[in-house]
T-cell receptor, first 111, second 114 residues
């Protein structure tokens, strides 16, 4: 069964910490995405990547960066965590113009 | 950019009844419309999709219809069961700068009452 694996289900971090969220897919998909999900706001795109070492800003990139050194791995980095970054983070991958396969999500709390 | 509106935000139906969720989109260039189901504690899962050259698609108890002229598409679930209870998201996908840009609706929380 195809999979997108996010390394942590729950994380609690302190304000100002540097936070790494890891995502790995085993489907050889070229496209990978990071979304955050907040009640009433749906899914909002933070960053995406269509190839190794390639990255593009989504709709809400401020305060985040990403890294894609290998095709299967896409990391989201919160440079200096703030309380307004408390959210559910979802990683997804896709092949071409098809639908996404999502991970189970990481619920991040910044205190 | 693309804007996707989804209604209703919550929906309660009796088991066995039908449920309909509606979405509208703004960009006439959108050409791919997936639907996702998100169960509690899980990531969204693709359940059905439709492309712009098709008006309707069915998979067992779920179906999706697309009206390109009116720029709206709908998800229909027949003979609902308690396991259909979840949050459903629609999305519209557009070619933008050589890649596909996907915009999601804000979700519909469906509750099926046994």
């Amino acid at each position: 069964d195809v999979k997108v694996t996010q390394s942590s289900r729950y994380l609690v971090k302190r304000t100002g910490e540097k936070v790494f969220l890891e995502c790995v897919q085993d489907m050889d998909h070229e496209n990978m995405f990071w979304y955050r999900q907040d009640p009433g706001l749906g899914l909002r795109l933070i960053y995406f990547s269509y190839d190794v070492k390639m990255k593009e800003k989504g709709d809400i990139p401020e305060g985040y960066s990403v890294s894609r050194e290998k095709k299967e791995r896409f990391s989201l980095i919160l440079e200096s965590a703030s309380t307004n970054q408390t959210s559910m983070y979802l990683c997804a991958s896709s092949l071409g113009g098809g639908g996404y396969t999502f991970g189970s999500g990481t619920r991040l709390t910044v205190v | 950019g693309e804007n996707v509106e989804q209604h209703p935000s919550t929906l309660s139906v009796q088991e066995g009844d039908s449920a309909v969720i509606k979405c509208t989109y703004s960009d006439s260039a959108s050409n791919y419309f997936p639907w996702y189901k998100q169960e509690l504690g899980k990531g969204p899962q693709l359940i059905i999709d439709i492309r712009s050259n098709v008006g309707e698609k069915k998979d067992q108890r779920i179906a999706v219809t697309l009206n390109k002229t009116a720029k709206h598409f709908s998800l229909h679930i027949t003979e609902t069961q308690p396991e259909d209870s979840a949050v459903y998201f629609c999305a519209a996908s557009t070619n933008s700068g050589g890649y596909q840009k996907v915009t999601f609706g804000t979700g519909t929380k469906l509750q099926v009452i046994p």
